[in-house]
């Protein structure tokens, strides 16, 4: 009996282990998701050109390296992941090298423009 019981207490310890494990990532995906939605939503920069002029109110919007990869990331995540060939072609077609870090930033408003326009369609 004492097989047994080792092996029952070694069970136990691996379901321990594997709910803290999901809990860690329930936790991670929520942090992520709060910083992703937090970070393209810059009311006061917004604000700011709308009072400006019309002109520069249509002007292409600068983007950071962060905001474009959280929102490549959503758009590749949408639909389960029925975008995510595309957007990778997209990225590619921007940067030579395929990833994000070979587009230049100045095309990053562009590119965000494509990503977006990406339908069901």
Same mark, same amino acid.
């Given at each position: 009996?004492?097989?047994?019981?080792? #092996?029952?207490?070694?069970?136990?310890?691996?379901?321990?282990?594997?709910?803290? #494990?999901?809990?860690?990532?329930?936790?991670?995906?929520?942090?992520?998701?709060?910083?992703?939605?937090?970070?393209?939503?810059?009311?006061?920069?917004?604000?700011?050109?709308?009072?400006?002029?019309?002109?520069?109110?249509?002007?292409?919007?600068?983007?950071?390296?962060?905001?474009?990869?959280?929102?490549?990331?959503?758009?590749?995540?949408?639909?389960?992941?029925?975008?995510?060939?595309?957007?990778?072609?997209?990225?590619?077609?921007?940067?030579?090298?395929?990833? #994000?870090?070979?587009?230049?930033?100045?095309?990053?408003?562009? #590119?965000?423009?494509?990503?977006?326009?990406?339908?069901?369609?």
């Amino acid at each position: 009996m004492s097989k047994m019981s080792e #092996l029952s207490a070694m069970i136990d310890s691996l379901i321990k282990c594997g709910e803290s #494990l999901a809990e860690t990532g329930r936790a991670l995906k929520e942090f992520y998701s709060e910083s992703t939605e937090e970070t393209p939503v810059k009311p006061e920069k917004k604000a700011k050109k709308q009072e400006s002029s019309p002109s520069e109110a249509t002007a292409e919007k600068q983007y950071s390296k962060e905001e474009v990869r959280g929102i490549l990331a959503k758009k590749a995540n949408e639909a389960d992941g029925r975008f995510k060939a595309d957007v990778k072609t997209i990225v590619q077609k921007y940067g030579n090298g395929g990833s #994000l870090t070979d587009v230049d930033p100045k095309d990053y408003a562009a #590119l965000v423009t494509e990503v977006e326009g990406l339908t069901d369609a």
